[in-house]
């Protein structure tokens, strides 16, 4: 039993790749100076009683030997910590343990490739060590101070005066400007219909003006904390094209359970320059229409707890109603006619909802099927030492 830090870092051979490696937000070039994770572990070395931590190493199939080489060596220069890497071969040794464990019920549902399921990988080799403790953070995000895991355990695991268990919680971060909100400004005619950012706003002003832990519309995905009776209950789901981290915040409410916000636990998020694109839009309009799919099948189940939109306002819930349309549409539309890529948002006006659509269609019902083998998945690699030892054979 314990805690573990799990922190997944995406990389890529050379900077032309960045932006072309899957539908990542960013990828660290193998050759950058001053990569995230770097920057990430030294923060940790800080920290008191700093737990021991699994990288969940995310590249090419191509590239996996010059990144693995490239990680080693990060991991050499903290020499304090103590790290578990799973790149490729040590992810195939998890895989095929849970393909006997559930030869009919995991596919590429625990991998590391694509958003949910690189969680779900962090998720199975913290059972395997037995942890009942994980705290997920961003390679790009550094502690604060030396308090961080006193931070992050703070009433995990306990209840609150009303007796509801704090099983799941969130943290958030300060931005590069020293604020916990995101900037707002004006929005110019290509993220009119497309920002959320005043939404988000207005729910975070609440959330940090309250008591410390509250319950939350909000999960952020580059820090927060589970207990194992919530992540050996519930998994992420592996078909969200992007928002994995608050889409997980909706998988817990389907199975009657909660995320609670902790305004006193928090870390500095120093991101690469991101970069908007085409692809990046299209990957978040099929995330709505199928997490809009999902959740009005799910309220349709006498087993689960209905998420409607009015439940989870004032953010995320728009994005989850009848307002989705519209928004894709003037914003495939605006940036069709104001950016470079205009061919790219044209075809997304013209077809892109369609395509969207038939991907929420064909993959409706894909989750809570694979949900249904989660906890036997979870109880068959608990403390599941041989393997645990198997993971470190590449030191």
């Excluded at 464990?101 to 399921?117: D, H, K, M, V």
């Excluded at 948002?345 to 013209?350: A, H, P, R, V």
């Amino acid at each position: 039993m314990g805690s573990v830090i799990v922190i997944p870092t995406y990389w890529v051979s050379g900077h032309a790749d960045v932006h072309a490696f899957g539908s990542y937000d960013y990828a660290t070039p193998l050759d950058s100076p001053a990569p995230e994770l770097a920057r990430c572990l030294a923060s940790l070395e800080q920290v008191h009683d700093v737990a021991s931590i699994v990288l969940l190493v995310v590249c090419p199939l191509s590239a996996t030997t010059e990144v693995s080489r490239r990680v080693a060596q990060i991991v050499a220069a903290h020499p304090s910590l103590a790290i578990t890497t799973i790149c490729h071969a040590e992810a195939s040794k998890v895989i095929e343990r849970i393909e006997r464990i559930a030869p009919r019920g995991a596919g590429e549902c625990i991998s590391l490739r694509g958003y949910g399921a690189i969680r779900n990988m962090g998720l199975a080799v913290a059972a395997i060590k037995g942890c009942d403790k994980v705290i997920f953070l961003g390679d790009d995000e550094v502690a604060c101070d030396s308090a961080f895991m006193a931070q992050a355990r703070y009433a995990l695991g306990h209840e609150t005066r009303a007796q509801l268990p704090i099983l799941v919680k969130s943290g958030y971060y300060y931005n590069e400007a020293g604020s916990p909100y995101a900037e707002e400004g004006r929005a110019g005619l290509a993220s009119r219909w497309w920002t959320r950012r005043a939404e988000f706003n207005a729910w975070m002003r609440h959330a940090l003006g309250g008591t410390r832990i509250s319950r939350s519309n909000y999960l952020c995905g580059g820090l927060f904390a589970l207990d194992a009776r919530a992540f050996t209950r519930v998994a992420f789901d592996p078909y969200i094209t992007r928002g994995e981290d608050l889409d997980y915040l909706c998988n817990l409410r389907l199975h009657g359970l909660d995320v609670w916000f902790d305004n006193k636990w928090a870390v500095r998020r120093l991101p690469p320059k991101e970069t908007r694109t085409a692809q990046r839009f299209m990957a978040d309009v099929y995330r709505w229409y199928y997490e809009r799919v999902k959740l009005a099948d799910a309220s349709r189940r006498n087993d689960l707890t209905s998420v409607t939109a009015a439940s989870l306002m004032p953010y995320p819930g728009p994005w989850f109603s009848d307002e989705l349309d519209g928004r894709v549409r003037k914003t495939a539309l605006a940036r069709a006619l104001a950016t470079k890529e205009r061919d790219a948002y044209w075809d997304i006006y013209l077809h892109g909802r369609a395509r969207a659509e038939a991907y929420a269609q064909e993959n409706r019902g894909k989750y809570l099927r694979f949900q249904s083998f989660w906890p036997a998945i979870m109880d068959g690699l608990w403390g599941d030492t041989a393997l645990a030892s198997r993971l470190e054979d590449h030191r």
